[in-house]
C-alpha cells in the first residue's frame, strides 16, 4: 500500500492498549503515511479492541461498522483483546480486510503496508500458549505524560476474566530495556510517567528481576518528575514497595488497587488471590506511609450468586474504607470462563441498582476526600487542554485542579493552594509562584 495515505486509529479499552496503539502509530508515521485526525476520513483504520466485557465488544462491533460505512473505500484492520479471542467473528464482518490477534501486533504495520487493495478479509492469530512475545510501547498522544508498557499477560486465572486467553502469560521486558524506554521517553519532554501492564505488580516472570527494582531504576531516569502505577494487585502491594514509593521524590502517592467484591463468599467464588481482611491491611499499610495517598479501587457488582446481603457487604466495606474513588462494574458474561457456568445469575435491573448505588457512594467519597485538601498546598502538571478559559491539571495525589489558561504553564509543575468547588468537577487553584 502506498505511503502518504492517511490512517485513522482507534483504541478502546485500557491504558496498555493506547500505549500500543500510539506505537503502532509512530510505525506508521516514520513508514511515511499520515496520521489522521479523529473523524476526518481515512485510507485505512486501524481499531485496537477491547474483550473485558460484552459491551466492550459491542462497542468494536458498532464502530467498525460505522467506519466501514462512512468510508467503505478504507482498507479496516482490528487487532487487540477482541481480536484475539474471536477471530472470526470480526472477520464476519463485511468490509474488515484484516485481523490481527495480540500474538502478531508488532507486525500491524507491515502487514498492512504490504496489502495492494481490499479484497477479503485476512486473519493473523494463535493461541493463548503461544503468546509469548512481548510488544514494547508507549504512548506519545498527550504533551504531558505518556504510558509507559512495563509488563503483559497474566498467570492467574480469576473466574470471570478472559486476559489470561487474550494476553497469555506474565512477560516482561528486562529493567535496562524499560529504562531506556523512559529515556526516549524523556527526550520528548512528557514529565509523567504512568507504569502500566495486565498485572503490573507481576513484574519479572520473564527475566527474574523483581517490581520495586524496576521502580528504582525509573526513579534515576533525567527528565522525568513524576510516575504512577496504574493498577497494581493487593497482594502484590508490598511493604517494599509502599516503602519506596512514600520515600521517592518522583513516584506519587496514587494507588489504583482491584478488590472486585467486599464480600469474602464471593471473592472465593471469583478465584482472587486475597480477602477483605487482607486487603484492609494493604490499604491500612499504604495510609499509614502516606496518609494523604489517593486510592481508587476496581468493583464488579452482579458477580453470579451475589445476593442482597452480599452486596450490602461490599458496600459496608468499601464505605468503611473510604477510598477515593471506585472504578464500577457491572458483571459482563464471558464465554470460555468458569464464572459463565455458575449459577445464581443476577437479573439486569439488580445489577443495574448496585451499579447506581456504588456510583453514588463513589460521588460522595470523592467529594469527601477532595473536600479534605481545602486550603491545602499541591504542586500540580498542567495538561494543555483548553476548556471555557480554563486549564487543568493533577495534583501528586491525582486530585483534578483547574485555573485560568495560561499557556507558559503547559507541561510545567507549580504550587498551588487548592480551593473546593461547588460544582465537585475539579478543585480551583491560586498559583503560589
Not at 496503539?21 to 489522521?36: L, N, Q, V, Y
Not at 481480536?83 to 468490509?95: D, H, K, N, V, Y
Not at 500458549?129 to 504533551?143: C, M, Q
Not at 491491611?281 to 486510592?295: T, W
Amino acid at each position: 500500500m502506498s505511503q502518504g495515505k492517511k490512517v485513522g486509529f482507534y483504541t478502546l479499552g485500557c491504558k496498555m492498549n493506547f500505549s500500543e496503539t500510539s506505537t503502532i502509530a509512530r510505525e506508521f508515521e516514520a513508514g511515511g503515511f499520515c496520521r489522521a485526525r479523529r473523524g476526518e476520513p481515512a485510507d485505512i483504520y486501524v481499531v485496537n479492541s477491547c474483550s473485558v466485557t460484552e459491551h466492550a465488544d459491542k462497542k468494536c462491533r458498532n464502530l467498525v461498522r460505522r467506519l466501514i460505512r462512512e468510508n467503505p473505500r478504507a482498507l479496516v484492520a482490528v487487532t487487540g483483546c477482541y481480536a484475539q479471542l474471536r477471530p472470526r467473528e470480526l472477520a464476519s464482518i463485511e468490509g474488515v480486510d484484516l485481523v490481527v490477534g495480540n500474538g502478531d501486533k508488532g507486525s500491524l504495520f507491515e502487514r498492512i503496508a504490504s496489502m495492494r487493495s481490499k479484497g477479503g478479509t485476512v486473519v493473523h492469530g494463535c493461541e493463548a500458549d503461544e503468546l509469548t512475545s512481548f510488544f514494547a510501547a508507549f504512548s506519545t498522544g498527550d504533551r504531558t505524560r505518556s504510558f509507559l508498557k512495563v509488563q503483559d499477560g497474566c498467570d492467574y486465572r480469576c473466574s470471570y476474566c478472559t486476559i489470561p486467553l487474550a494476553r497469555g502469560a506474565s512477560r516482561n521486558l528486562p529493567i535496562a530495556d524499560l529504562v531506556a524506554e523512559a529515556e526516549r521517553i524523556a527526550a520528548g519532554g512528557r514529565r509523567e510517567i504512568v507504569l502500566t501492564g495486565i498485572n503490573t505488580g507481576d513484574f519479572g516472570k520473564t527475566t527474574g528481576e523483581r517490581f520495586v527494582d524496576l521502580l528504582r531504576a525509573l526513579d534515576g531516569v533525567r527528565g522525568i518528575d513524576r510516575y504512577r502505577i496504574s493498577s497494581i494487585e493487593p497482594n502484590l502491594l508490598s511493604d517494599e514497595v509502599i516503602a519506596f514509593t512514600a520515600a521517592s521524590e518522583k513516584f506519587q502517592p496514587h494507588f489504583h488497587i482491584p478488590i472486585q467484591s467486599g464480600c469474602d463468599r464471593i471473592l472465593g467464588l471469583m478465584r482472587r488471590r486475597y480477602n477483605t481482611t487482607k486487603f484492609a491491611e494493604r490499604i491500612g499499610a499504604v495510609r499509614r506511609a502516606m496518609p494523604d495517598a489517593f486510592l481508587g479501587i476496581d468493583v464488579i457488582v452482579g458477580f453470579p450468586g451475589e445476593t442482597d446481603d452480599d452486596f450490602a457487604r461490599t458496600y459496608d466495606f468499601l464505605e468503611r474504607i473510604e477510598p477515593a474513588f471506585l472504578h464500577v462494574f457491572p458483571y459482563s458474561v464471558r464465554p470460555g470462563t468458569p464464572a459463565a457456568d455458575l449459577p445464581g445469575r443476577v437479573p439486569a435491573p439488580v445489577i443495574e441498582r448496585r451499579a447506581a448505588a456504588l456510583g453514588e457512594l463513589c460521588d460522595r467519597l470523592h467529594r469527601a476526600f477532595c473536600r479534605s485538601h481545602d486550603g491545602r498546598t499541591a504542586s500540580v502538571l498542567w495538561e494543555s487542554t483548553r476548556r471555557d478559559g480554563r486549564m487543568f491539571g493533577y495534583s501528586e495525589n491525582y486530585i483534578k485542579v483547574r485555573a485560568p489558561f495560561d499557556r507558559s504553564r503547559v507541561n510545567t509543575i507549580s504550587p498551588v493552594v487548592l480551593r473546593a468547588s461547588d460544582d465537585g468537577a475539579a478543585m480551583d487553584a491560586t498559583f503560589l509562584a
